[in-house]
């Protein structure tokens, strides 16, 4: 089957950095995209990955492994707005995209 | 009006109640999605249109019933609801039907069956 693990809830300090992290078991591999979705509202577009490596923008960075399976969003500088849930979704063989549970990230002052 | 919008925003009905979910995107895409998002589940597609007509219905039980008209609108039709399909009900439009573009969101439906 296809599975997308990332951790249920996350806390860090405002001012901080934090490191979301997305493994993946896919048949096959067309992407991976983070989307940030506030309570209550749209999730919204953060970051499409398709070739190896580390996509900067702003405060948001975005990691990919192909050969792990491995992502990870990181945020930096954080600000009390960014409480929210980053979700992480896999494009496959079959360019359905395959979504995980969130993650949804406290921070506190 | 710009981006995806939805309507109602919250919906509260009886089981044996009928409703309907708007959504409408102001984007010029060509593909609209109907998802299911329950707490702490993955998001759940439910039915895609791609150019008005319907390329994918994920086995959703028939009490819900999707309609597009043309690009821009999509329906959700609901009757004889269960309990457990209390959810948000989010709306998303993309340029194309493929999975490597970007999908945008409406805000969604927040819909409690009594």
């Known amino acids: 089957g296809q599975n997308i693990d990332q951790p249920t809830e996350m806390t860090a300090t405002e001012g901080a950095i934090v490191q979301i992290n997305c493994t993946y078991q896919t048949s096959g591999f067309n992407g991976l995209f983070w989307y940030q979705q506030h309570a209550g509202e749209a999730p919204t577009f953060l970051s499409y990955?398709?070739l190896d490596g580390l996509e900067e923008k702003g405060r948001f960075s975005s990691f990919l492994s192909r050969s792990k399976g491995y992502s990870y969003l990181l945020l930096k500088e954080l600000q009390m707005k960014d409480s929210a849930s980053y979700l992480c979704a896999v494009v496959d063989s079959n360019y359905q995209l395959i979504w995980g549970a969130g993650t949804k990230l406290i921070i506190k002052p | 009006e710009t981006g995806v919008t939805q309507t109602p925003r919250h919906l509260v009905m009886g089981m044996t109640n009928k409703k309907s979910l708007k959504c409408e995107q102001h984007?010029?895409?060509?593909?609209m999605y109907w998802y299911k998002q329950s707490a702490k589940k993955p998001l759940e597609l439910m039915f895609v249109y791609n150019f008005k007509e319907q390329t994918e219905n994920n086995s959703v039980p028939s009490r819900f019933s999707p309609e597009c008209p043309n690009s821009s609108h999509l329906f959700l039709h609901l009757h004889t609801l269960q309990p457990e399909d209390s959810a948000l009900y989010l709306c998303a439009s993309s340029q194309e039907r493929e999975g490597q573009e970007t999908q945008y969101f409406g805000p969604g439906t927040r819909l409690l069956v009594l």
């Open positions: 984007l010029g895409h060509n593909a």
């Open positions: 990955n398709v």
